[in-house]
């Protein structure tokens, strides 16, 4: 593709594209909302509800989709519902390129990162900033982080021994390690991490009241 000149590749949300930088992926976005509510609704509802600023929304539609002129009817008021909204632009593909509109593997990468704050902080069927998913993404991890630590550091403020408070430390920091790197890196659905988190927070506390 790169040594014929062919820049930019659209496909879906759900493939594993190659690391290649030279490469624009602008994937289209509404996926299984299609399926959900309708191309023509998940369409309207995205458009509608994307308000943030580099963001972009691709929309796609097969042969089949447009069958009659009722479908056509349905396409000209999804443009002029574009066109009819100062922060809605229209473009190409070749268009977003040359506009500075980029989506490179990582942002394509970043946008596929399915942590749990991102299922509630981002509107699905859009393809956002890759900063703002990465930024969700952090957040995400050191939530789960901090969830499983609170325990210890009630244990940890209510030893006197050093030895004991070295021991907790350590085992403090490597609880840190562990649950940052399993959200980080998606080792376990956000459940299951949630679960495993409130585990590490309780079971200090538990020991705390037990010795009290």
Same mark, same amino acid.
């Given at each position: 593709?790169?040594? %014929?000149?062919?820049? +930019?590749?659209?496909? &879906?949300? @759900?493939?594993?594209?190659?690391?290649? &930088? %030279? +490469?624009?992926?602008?994937?289209?976005? #509404?996926?299984?909302?299609?399926?959900?509510?309708?191309?023509?609704?998940? !369409?309207?509802?995205? +458009?509608? %509800?994307?308000?943030?600023?580099?963001?972009? =929304? /691709?929309i796609m539609f097969h042969a089949y989709d447009l069958p &009659? *002129?009722?479908?056509?009817?349905?396409?000209?008021n999804l443009l002029d519902l574009c066109k009819s909204d100062d922060d809605i632009e229209l473009y190409t593909f070749n268009s977003l390129y040359s506009n500075g509109e980029r989506s490179s593997w990582l942002r394509y990468r970043a946008n596929q990162l399915t942590s749990g704050l991102s299922k509630l902080f981002l509107i699905k069927g859009v393809l956002?900033?890759? $900063?703002? =998913?990465? #930024?969700?993404?952090?957040? %995400?991890?050191?939530?789960?982080? #901090?969830?499983?630590i609170i325990g210890l550091i009630f244990l940890? !403020?209510?030893?006197?021994?050093?030895?004991?408070?070295?021991?907790?430390?350590? @085992?403090? #920091? +490597?609880?840190? /390690?562990?649950?940052? =790197? *399993? !959200? $980080?890196?998606?080792?376990?659905s956000p459940l299951k991490l949630l679960l495993i988190a409130f585990l590490f927070s309780i079971i200090p506390l538990l020991f705390l009241i037990k010795n009290h």
């Open positions: 593709m790169t040594k %014929n000149g062919l820049l +930019i590749l659209s496909a &879906d949300m @759900f493939q594993n594209v190659p690391r290649e &930088d %030279n +490469i624009q992926y602008y994937p289209e976005t #509404l996926g299984h909302l299609m399926k959900q509510k309708g191309i023509w609704n998940a !369409a309207k509802e995205n +458009i509608v %509800n994307c308000q943030e600023k580099h963001s972009i =929304c /691709v &009659d *002129s009722s479908a056509w009817q349905q396409l000209e956002h900033p890759t $900063w703002l =998913c990465l #930024l969700v993404h952090t957040i %995400n991890a050191l939530i789960y982080m #901090l969830i499983s940890l !403020a209510r030893t006197s021994s050093t030895k004991s408070r070295r021991s907790i430390s350590v @085992f403090l #920091l +490597i609880i840190c /390690v562990i649950m940052f =790197c *399993s !959200a $980080w890196f998606h080792l376990l």
